[in-house]
């Protein structure tokens, strides 16, 4: 399975709801990827987990709150999100852990299809 | 603070030419480098991934090659099909900042015309 699933497809909010977007992989990827990409742009990197410890936050707002509850599954909680926030939500994953100096390895990206978010 | 740049930034083709997509980064201080293609709206499908170590690699028509020195990888596209109409990003892993994440680069639009 070389599959990185993502539900849901699409999301559509308010400014004042709290919803979750969800991340799956099962093929042994230790290291877990958001990221954040607007019209014709390409993808912004918000967090990464390496064997389920955030490694890196890029100074993402504390309205998206990521979660690893084990090493195949990654969430992304929303609350209090702006219209701006509006964009496709991309996940990744890669065999290695990485983020941290020293730990590299063989690790090409593989990436679900995204979740469309709307903030009304 | 490394950048990766994409030239061009559109390309408009006929069916069955050989293309050239070019990818420069500023700093040679890379782990690897990978090239995607994305559809619109969709996520990214992994095309090719060359290690810092390697000069190129091949799949099918597809062939990238790597010159850390210069900062450059290009994506060699072999008798171009309409099929191949995406938009291609590479992502260099960069290892300057202290931690190790991937870069991408701004995009190439390819269209590819029966």
């Not at chain 1, 399975?1 to 919803?19: F, S």
């Not at chain 2, 293309?19 to 095309?47: E, H, M």
């Amino acid at each position: 399975d070389t599959e990185v699933t993502q539900t849901p497809k699409h999301l559509v909010m308010g400014m004042t709801n709290k919803k979750s977007l969800k991340c799956e992989q099962h093929m042994g990827h230790r290291a877990m990827y958001w990221y954040k990409q607007k019209a014709k742009k390409p993808p912004e990197l918000m967090f990464v987990y390496s064997y389920e410890k955030l490694s890196i936050n890029e100074s993402v707002p504390s309205r998206f709150s990521p979660e690893c509850p084990n090493s195949s599954l990654l969430n992304l909680h929303l609350h209090a999100l702006q219209p701006e926030d509006s964009a496709l939500y991309l996940c990744a994953s890669s065999q290695e852990g990485v983020g941290l100096a020293g730990a590299v390895g063989y690790n090409e990206q593989f990436f679900g299809p995204g979740t469309r978010l709307t903030v009304l | 603070k490394q950048e990766v740049t994409q030239i061009p930034a559109a390309l408009s083709v006929p069916e069955g030419e050989n293309l050239v997509l070019n990818c420069s980064f500023t700093d040679s201080a890379i782990y690897n480098l990978q090239w995607f293609r994305q559809d619109p709206g969709k996520g990214l499908t992994s095309l090719l991934l060359i290690q810092s170590s390697q000069r190129e690699q091949t799949s099918g028509r597809l062939n990238a090659s790597l010159d850390k020195s210069s900062g450059r990888s290009t994506l060699y596209i072999a008798a171009s099909q309409p099929g191949d109409s995406a938009t291609y990003l590479c992502a260099a892993y960069d290892t300057t900042s202290g931690t190790y994440k991937y870069i991408f680069g701004t995009g190439t639009r390819l269209k590819v015309l029966a």
